[in-house]
């Protein structure tokens, strides 16, 4: 309840703020920015909300490759958003818990940005998800597939729902089960050709170019996080693909256009954290849209990191432990 | 009577013959369809990654390794009574290997990549390994063949006519190169016996080859360390007698039924110990069967005794009941043991043998994927390529059916076209 009414002030805000934005005069204020420009503000100025806005514009700009991007609006200008940073105002506690889901996002990212500036084997990316704010929603799934351009049958985090107990006294649980970006991942020794491999800051990938197809590192995963792309579409049967479907996927920093034959058509593909996302500054998919602020991710080798001071609250597990692949995804129960 | 006794006998091959034709037109097709649309039509799944072609590749590949290790009891260990089927044997190690790298071929997601193998192999995974063994193991069998026919096919290079040319080319200038023996086409001095021991210095670098690799491919499932049911340090054992029992009943299986002097007392003995052998290969492959499935029920750990229930009970238990146990197991089983010196049914009950065993790879290859890895897993999305049910597509019977009659072709050419089943004077007892 306290978490709607939170969501419903922001939505307002939200509304009452787009118009004149609308009339040119946020964008006359934040500007413009074409995807050549690089920004002239400072990367890591005082005000968390500024940089996010402006390394937003950044990543947002390279991504497109050409175009004009507008930039977003500056979340200190949404209704809601002026105490990131700052002591909470003495409002409803439920309009604190939403200011501490933003603080979180906020400090997240401020985490991540914190990181990129070391050298890469001096990362852990590792992934916290709380399944007591767990809503169930599915959210992170759509995502994922929306951000991957993941086609039927791949799904990198699809959310497990178990139901205890005989009505009235039902339960349910909830687990979305993305890569655990295992420290000794079983898949990696098993192929072939050693196209996955984990990466130095843990990140276990795939190079599209090289996999063969075998399917043996499906086989191996003790999480069922693989999938093979058997070059399939929504909407085969249909006179023509969509635009939707059209479009390559920006995996490990490249555009992979789906064609059959190609890469990484015949592949076997996983979830890779959003590894294109966070090279340029944003944290994956799954973590920005998650609607209970249920997911979390940062650097474990930063002392001072959200995700540490989770992982170490002795609310967290990992999954199938005895199999001493070393998870770096955990859950808060 | 005795032109319908002609009849039936020109009959029967045109029949067999038709028969071959339609499979490999039809397999045509599948192999076509899976060419032109890669993966979209077959029936496995991204949670059951392997399918059919794994299986039959398990399957001929483990025919060859077994056809090959029967031809290492005449060659290396000198059990002479079998010198008649040597070449044979090792004709059809190679004839089996070349189907299994084909069925695998088509398993690929990437056919054209088969060579990274080699190039950027990795050294830690076990089916990089298996690779690089039988194509060690394929060389070989070309060479040990190829050593194995040449006094043959220097007595047939001198004939006129198609397999006179077909032998004189085999021999080649490879052969006056690097034979250890300096008999050329038609020298009445050439001496076998040098031949000989290059086949088998060859079959005893072999033994240990095959053993590796067709243990390889048990260890290849057995390090699965994901996967309970196949996590078993029991099966690069059990493939390696698995191999044995059907590459034996193969073996046994062709020499009952193509055999030129099929009524000779000295075919029926050759049959006949084939048959011992098969039987006694089979029991213990029945005993390790027991032994898995006991003690895998009895411990009743999930992960493994699960997918044991789905082979016993699940959507197809037919696969397990009739094929493996009752058509693999207990008919060739009282046949060999009723029958012993039966041509025609010792064929027949090794024939049951070679060919039912699919059903038994199929029940390790298949078993071994049904359980989610995480409970719940199964219903968390649900789409066609998520779903823990299999059943392989028609797609994937056509290009089995395919692979089937290349191999068929493949042997009976051979069989016609080269010196397989005339056995040496030298040799010969």
Redesign the interface.
């Known amino acids: 309840m306290a978490t709607r009414t939170s969501r419903r002030r922001l939505l307002r805000g939200l509304a009452a703020g787009l118009p004149a934005l609308a009339a040119g005069g946020a964008l006359a204020q934040v500007g413009v920015l074409k995807a050549h420009e690089k920004p002239k503000s400072n990367p890591l100025p005082g005000d968390p909300g500024e940089w996010r806005g402006q390394f937003f514009q950044q990543a947002l700009a390279e991504r497109a490759n050409g175009s004009a991007v507008e930039t977003p609006v500056k979340p200190s200008e949404l209704p809601g958003t002026a105490a990131v940073g700052q002591d909470a105002p003495s409002a409803a506690p439920r309009a604190a818990a939403a200011l501490s889901e933003k603080a979180d996002l906020v400090r997240m990212q401020e985490e991540l940005r914190r990181a990129l500036q070391k050298p890469v084997d001096q990362r852990k990316w590792t992934m916290v998800i709380d399944l007591r704010k767990c809503i169930g929603c599915s959210a992170c799934t759509v995502a994922c597939k929306a951000e991957n351009h993941l086609p039927p049958g791949v799904v990198y985090r699809p959310v497990i729902e178990e139901e205890t107990g005989t009505y009235p006294n039902v339960t349910r649980r909830f687990l979305p089960r993305p890569c655990m970006q295992c420290d000794d991942p079983p898949c990696v020794s098993v192929c072939p050709v050693g196209a996955t491999s984990k990466r130095p800051d843990g990140i276990v990938v795939v190079d599209y170019n090289a996999c063969i197809g075998c399917r043996y590192c499906i086989t191996a995963c003790p999480y069922g996080a693989r999938y093979f792309d058997f070059g399939e579409n929504y909407t085969d049967g249909t006179p023509r693909k969509e635009p939707y479907e059209e479009a390559p996927s920006p995996e490990y920093g490249r555009e992979w256009k789906r064609d059959r034959g190609k890469s990484p058509v015949g592949n076997v593909r996983k979830c890779q954290f959003c590894l294109h996302r966070l090279n340029a500054g944003m944290l994956p998919a799954c973590v920005t849209t998650c609607v209970g602020a249920a997911t979390y991710f940062g650097d474990k080798n930063d002392p001072d990191s959200f995700v540490n001071e989770l992982i170490t609250s002795g609310r967290a597990i990992r999954l199938k432990e005895e199999m001493g692949t070393d998870p770096k995804v955990y859950y808060l129960v | 009577m005795r032109v319908a006794g002609a009849r039936r006998q020109t009959m029967v091959p045109m029949v067999l013959a038709l028969l071959w034709v339609v499979a490999l037109a039809a397999g045509a097709v599948g192999v076509v369809q899976r060419l032109m ?4 039509l ?1 029936g496995y ?3 059951i ?2 399918g059919l072609w794994v299986a039959a590749y398990v399957y001929l590949i483990g025919l060859s390794a077994g056809a090959f290790l029967l031809s290492t009891l005449i060659y290396v260990f000198g059990v002479r009574r079998l010198e008649p089927v040597g070449k044979l044997a090792l004709f059809t190690a190679l004839v089996c290997l070349l189907a299994a790298l084909l069925a695998i071929w088509m ?4 056919m054209g ?2 060579y ?2 080699y190039t ?3 050294p ?5 390994w298996m ?1 690089w063994l039988y194509t060690a193991y394929s060389v070989l069998l070309v060479a040990e063949l190829w050593f194995a026919l040449r006094g043959d096919l220097l007595a047939r290079s001198a004939q006129p006519g198609f397999r006179g040319r077909l032998a004189a080319s085999l021999l080649g200038r490879f052969g006056e190169a690097f034979a250890p023996s300096r008999g050329t086409a038609g020298d009445p001095d050439y001496d076998a016996t040098a031949d000989l021991r290059v086949v088998r210095v060859l079959g005893a670098v072999g033994v240990p080859l095959a053993i590796a690799f067709h243990g390889g491919v048990g260890a ?1 499932f057995g ?5 309970g049911f196949w996590n078993a340090p029991l099966y690069p054992l059990m493939f390696l007698v698995g191999a044995l029992v059907s590459g034996g009943g193969l073996l046994t299986f062709i020499v009952a039924f193509f055999w030129p002097e099929r009524d000779g007392e000295r075919h029926r003995d050759v049959v006949s110990l084939l048959g011992r052998i098969t039987l006694g290969l089979l029991a213990l492959y029945a005993l390790m069967v027991w032994a898995e499935y006991s003690i895998t029920l009895y411990a009743a750990i999930p992960a493994s005794s699960r997918p044991l229930y789905q082979v016993l009970g699940g959507p197809y238990p037919w696969v397990f009941w009739v094929f493996q146990v009752l058509l693999g197991t207990l008919v060739p089983a009282v046949i060999l043991l009723a029958r012993p010196r039966s041509v025609g049914w010792v064929g027949t009950a090794a024939f049951l043998v070679a060919a039912s065993f699919l059903a038994t790879r199929l029940n390790i290859v298949i078993p ?2 049904v359980e ?6 199964d ?3 649900i ?4 779903t823990y049910q299999y059943f392989p597509s028609v797609m994937e019977w056509l290009v089995l059916i395919f692979v089937a009659a290349v191999a068929t072709g493949l042997f009976y050419a051979g069989f016609r076209g080269l010196p397989l089943v005339v056995g040496r004077k030298e040799v010969s007892s």
């Not at chain 2, 789409?383 to 998520?386: C, V």
């Open positions: 649309t890669g993966h979209e077959s799944t991204s949670t990654p392997w398993d690929l997601g990437h990549r088969f990274e193998v950027r192999g990795n830690r995974s076990m089916m990089a690779v290849l390090v699965v360390g994901a996967r071994g994927l989610p890895q995480l409970p719940g897993l219903r968390a999305y789409d066609s390529r998520l």
